[in-house]
């Protein structure tokens, strides 16, 4: 196959993964740019709800618990997320019950004396409101209202992302006589088609490295049980411990020695989340952030604690993962910019621009070479002669 001949299917594999996936890429990406600041914007719009009302030493978590079970009678008590800082609130979630997961309820509850101070549904939801925008953007994020089968298209859709970005650097590739100076920069007093193609070829290559990253790693979360089973044929994922527990009193431990246990196993690390036992698995879960790790996002680690009585079952920390393991505990992080901290956060979302800045200068640079073959055929040129006609007789 010729150069040339090469180059035009590079084109239409562009060409087309751009119009076939180019709207949902310009959605995810947008998305995306929200929810990089999800928990900020939240807060700024719901104050009453996501800050605390009122200031004092924070109470007993199982205070917090029975508070929010008094506040939502009848459902299983899944998880709570302890404040990320001294401006957030505990947001408790809440199932139909321990077998039925299939939705959820978040209650968000002032720290300092137990007050529900909101209730609204959890993901998956869709309810353009101000006091749950933030949940609808993230269930649009990652399945487009669509279910599990959105899921899966998303997940495809970012197949076709890492296509478009292979695909569109073979075509800005510098060759012949080309300078890479011309090859990365907007030409000086470029108008119409032209400025339309250096806005896409330019912002196209100087976001490629992290858009790739972040598709990369949105296509891995998506896919995640089809990743950890590919990675387990080359290094060790273990799955959570859920075999039978030794038999022992019925009766729940109280949360607080749950949480007491896992900071003396982890010290200076900070809960992340406190999963409720049945919510996943037979045992209470705790996951925690330790201080090193995956840069300014902390180190995964986990640990699973009898339900009765606290003792220890399992603890995971991430110094000992597995290179798969490892792998997989990075992903989250390098997708939500989150490993770089607050820089990182704002480069994601200044990247969910991206694709909106490709769809449309490509679109409008196809449209334009398409109307511009169409008057330069045969029939073209007597349709554009007929126009001049017509428009001559009118002068």
Same mark, same amino acid.
């Given at each position: 196959?010729?150069?040339?001949?090469?180059?035009?299917?590079?084109?239409?594999?562009?060409?087309?993964?751009?119009?076939?996936?180019?709207?949902?890429?310009?959605?995810?990406?947008?998305?995306?740019?929200?929810?990089?600041? $999800?928990?900020? @914007?939240?807060?700024?719009?719901?104050?009453?709800?996501?800050?605390?009302?009122?200031?004092?030493?924070?109470?007993?978590?199982?205070? /917090?618990?029975?508070?929010?079970?008094?506040?939502?009678?009848?459902?299983?008590? #899944?998880?709570?997320?302890?404040?990320?800082?001294?401006?957030?609130?505990?947001?408790?979630?809440?199932?139909?019950?321990?077998?039925?997961?299939?939705?959820?309820?978040?209650?968000?509850?002032?720290?300092?004396?137990?007050?529900?101070?909101?209730?609204?549904?959890?993901?998956?939801?869709?309810?353009?409101?101000?006091?749950?925008?933030?949940?609808?953007?993230?269930?649009?994020?990652?399945?487009?209202?669509?279910?599990?089968?959105?899921?899966?298209?998303?997940?495809?859709?970012?197949?076709?992302?890492?296509?478009?970005?292979?695909?569109?650097?073979?075509?800005?590739?510098?060759?012949?006589?080309?300078?890479?100076?011309?090859?990365?920069? @907007?030409?000086?007093?470029?108008?119409?088609?032209?400025?339309?193609?250096?806005?896409?070829?330019?912002?196209?290559? $100087?976001?490629?490295?992290?858009?790739?990253?972040?598709?990369?790693?949105?296509?891995?979360?998506?896919?995640?049980?089809?990743?950890?089973?590919?990675?387990?044929?080359?290094? =060790?994922?273990?799955?959570?411990?859920?075999?039978?527990?030794?038999?022992?009193?019925?009766?729940?431990?109280?949360?607080?020695?749950?949480?007491?246990?896992?900071?003396?196993?982890?010290?200076?690390?900070?809960?992340?989340?406190?999963?409720?036992?049945?919510?996943?698995?037979?045992?209470?879960? /705790?996951?925690?952030?330790?201080?090193?790790? =995956?840069?300014?996002?902390?180190?995964?680690?986990?640990?699973?604690? #009898?339900?009765?009585?606290?003792?220890? @079952?399992?603890?995971?920390?991430?110094?000992?993962?597995?290179?798969?393991?490892?792998?997989?505990?990075?992903?989250?992080?390098?997708?939500?910019?989150?490993?770089?901290?607050?820089?990182?956060?704002?480069?994601?979302?200044?990247?969910?621009?991206?694709?909106?800045?490709?769809?449309?200068?490509?679109?409008?640079?196809?449209?334009?070479?398409?109307?511009?073959?169409?008057?330069?055929?045969?029939?073209?040129?007597?349709?554009?002669?007929?126009?001049?006609?017509?428009?001559?007789?009118?002068?």
């Amino acid at each position: 196959m010729g150069r040339n001949r090469a180059r035009q299917v590079w084109v239409v594999i562009h060409r087309w993964v751009g119009l076939l996936a180019g709207a949902w890429l310009v959605v995810a990406g947008l998305s995306g740019s929200f929810l990089a600041f $999800y928990p900020e @914007i939240d807060r700024a719009l719901n104050p009453d709800w996501s800050t605390p009302q009122s200031r004092g030493e924070p109470l007993p978590m199982q205070r /917090v618990l029975d508070s929010a079970r008094q506040a939502m009678p009848g459902r299983f008590l #899944h998880s709570v997320f302890p404040p990320d800082g001294p401006d957030d609130v505990h947001h408790v979630w809440f199932t139909p019950s321990a077998e039925d997961q299939g939705r959820m309820w978040e209650l968000l509850v002032d720290p300092s004396n137990g007050r529900v101070l909101g209730q609204r549904e959890a993901v998956p939801t869709m309810e353009f409101t101000r006091r749950n925008i933030a949940n609808t953007v993230y269930t649009l994020h990652y399945n487009l209202f669509m279910g599990d089968a959105g899921s899966t298209l998303v997940g495809f859709v970012g197949l076709f992302a890492l296509v478009s970005s292979l695909t569109g650097v073979v075509l800005w590739w510098p060759r012949g006589g080309r300078r890479w100076s011309q090859a990365l920069r @907007i030409k000086g007093g470029a108008r119409g088609v032209r400025l339309q193609f250096d806005l896409h070829r330019v912002a196209a290559v $100087y976001s490629v490295v992290v858009l790739v990253v972040v598709v990369f790693t949105g296509v891995t979360l998506t896919f995640g049980t089809q990743t950890r089973a590919v990675l387990s044929q080359v290094s =060790i994922v273990r799955s959570p411990p859920h075999e039978s527990l030794p038999p022992r009193s019925h009766a729940l431990v109280d949360a607080d020695v749950v949480l007491a246990r896992a900071a003396a196993e982890f010290p200076g690390s900070r809960v992340r989340c406190l999963w409720l036992p049945q919510a996943s698995g037979p045992a209470w879960r /705790v996951t925690l952030a330790e201080p090193q790790g =995956i840069g300014w996002a902390g180190g995964r680690a986990e640990l699973w604690l #009898h339900p009765a009585d606290a003792s220890l @079952i399992e603890a995971r920390r991430h110094g000992d993962a597995s290179a798969a393991e490892t792998y997989l505990a990075w992903q989250l992080p390098l997708h939500s910019g989150r490993v770089l901290g607050v820089p990182g956060r704002i480069a994601v979302c200044a990247l969910g621009f991206v694709p909106l800045l490709l769809a449309v200068t490509g679109a409008l640079v196809w449209w334009r070479k398409r109307s511009g073959r169409k008057y330069a055929s045969p029939a073209g040129a007597r349709l554009a002669g007929r126009g001049t006609s017509i428009r001559s007789q009118h002068l």
